[in-house]
Nanobody, 120 residues
Framework: QTRLVESGGGLAQPGGSLRLSCKAS???????????MGWYRQAPGKERELVAA???????VYGDFVKGRFTVSKDNVKRTHYLQMTSLEAEDAAVYYC???????????WGQGTQVTVSS
């Protein structure tokens, strides 16, 4: 029943920026507020890897490759979480997926994926 809709992917130049959004529907505001959620990415021939996420306690974690370039945030009222990416590199090109595990539940939900391309 829970659905995640992503937006904001596209083409960026090296050194440029993109902001990805993930809108959740089918979840109660109070549940969303306490839910772990984040972003993962997958390039062709590679495993899906963590980009950035909120833990169940509200703390943030980042993949080792981020190196301060990306920031995850959220708006509980809008039931939306974001990934602000700056200083993009060619190696960042991948399909990015948002993820949510409703608080108190056991199942994870995933967005459809949005393509990020970095090229001159």
């Amino acid at each position: 029943q829970t659905r995640l809709v992503e937006s904001g992917g596209g083409l960026a130049q090296p050194g440029g920026s993109l902001r990805l959004s993930c809108k959740a529907s089918g979840t109660i505001l109070s549940v969303f507020t306490g839910s772990p959620m984040g972003w993962y990415r997958q390039a062709p021939g590679k495993e899906r890897e963590l980009v950035a996420a909120f833990t169940g306690s509200g703390e943030t974690v980042y993949g080792d490759f981020v190196k301060g370039r990306f920031t995850v945030s959220k708006d509980n009222v809008k039931r939306t979480h974001y990934l602000q990416m700056t200083s993009l590199e060619a190696e960042d090109a991948a399909v990015y997926y948002c993820q949510l595990r409703p608080y108190g539940g056991t199942r994870e939900y995933w967005g459809q994926g949005t393509q990020v391309t970095v090229s001159s």
